[in-house]
């Protein structure tokens, strides 16, 4: 009786051997991320970049994507510090050309990412706002954009308001921003009355709406760069993201996302 008993307790456990060591081979397990890339890029395309992510995983399975988003111009400083990264994409082209004049880029890999436009935002109930000369009234008391020396999207801010002769009539109620993202925050919790960001910005929030959208003519072109950088340790991953990024399915995902594609 304990024999039969011992040879059913082995043809069980010989059974549920083979059942396992057959599940591993109907569901093997993931394939495990040997690379990891590093990308630097501007805060403006934090949302659409993290949507990208999964798509390029899925027929990139060993790369795993790690942004760090910022200011264009903190970010160049970070590179130019010696931060590790191995891809970087400025929401300018004069942090890119500065990085490319120091020979910082790999030869061949720039390109431009997409293009986009400045607006004049306030919180969604706002009525007091139909065109930049309305941050003149005095109930407008304060107006946030990026810092123009870090952030582009405050470089092309100044550039318009120059442009439109308010620079020095709006001067005093401006609330300068680390970056663009912080001045979409500023409007949507009231702490601003009106801010200045991109359209794509623009697009993500509920709780603001676009006042009025500048004229390109107003400033510089809204122009992304990006470029593999020569101090990458994973060149070849890093080029193969740089082409996907140029292909069409990561240009429908920023075209969803309010970005242009020229």
Excluded: C
């Amino acid at each position: 009786m304990q024999r039969k008993q011992l040879l059913s307790f082995l043809s069980a456990a010989l059974i549920g051997f083979f059942l396992v060591l057959g599940l591993r081979f109907v569901n093997p397990e993931p394939v495990q991320a040997s690379t990891n890339l590093l990308i630097s890029a501007a805060a403006s395309l934090k949302d659409v970049m993290e949507e990208i992510k999964p798509l390029y995983q899925k027929t990139h399975a060993d790369v795993n994507l790690t942004f760090n988003f910022g200011a264009s111009g903190a970010l160049l400083q970070q590179i130019e510090q010696g931060a590790p990264a191995d891809v970087f994409i400025s929401a300018a082209k004069r942090q890119m050309d500065t990085l490319e004049q120091k020979g910082g880029l790999m030869p061949g890999t720039r390109a431009n990412l997409a293009n986009n436009k400045l607006v004049l935002v306030v919180p969604k109930g706002s009525r007091a706002v139909t065109s930049f000369a309305s941050l003149k009234k005095p109930e407008i008391k304060r107006i946030a954009i990026g810092e123009p020396r870090s952030v582009p999207a405050g470089q092309y801010a100044e550039q318009v308001l120059q442009k439109l002769n308010l620079w020095n009539d709006v001067k005093p109620k401006l609330v300068y921003a680390n970056n663009v993202r912080q001045v979409l925050a500023s409007v949507e919790s009231g702490n601003a009355d009106a801010g200045i960001v991109y359209l794509t910005d623009a697009k993500i929030s509920t709780k603001v709406k676009v006042a009025v959208t500048a004229n390109d003519s107003y400033h510089s072109p809204i122009v992304y760069p990006m470029a593999v950088l020569k101090s990458s340790k994973n060149i070849d991953d890093a080029k193969a993201l740089v082409k996907y990024l140029s292909g069409s399915e990561a240009k429908g995902v920023l075209r969803q996302y309010g970005f242009i594609i020229k």
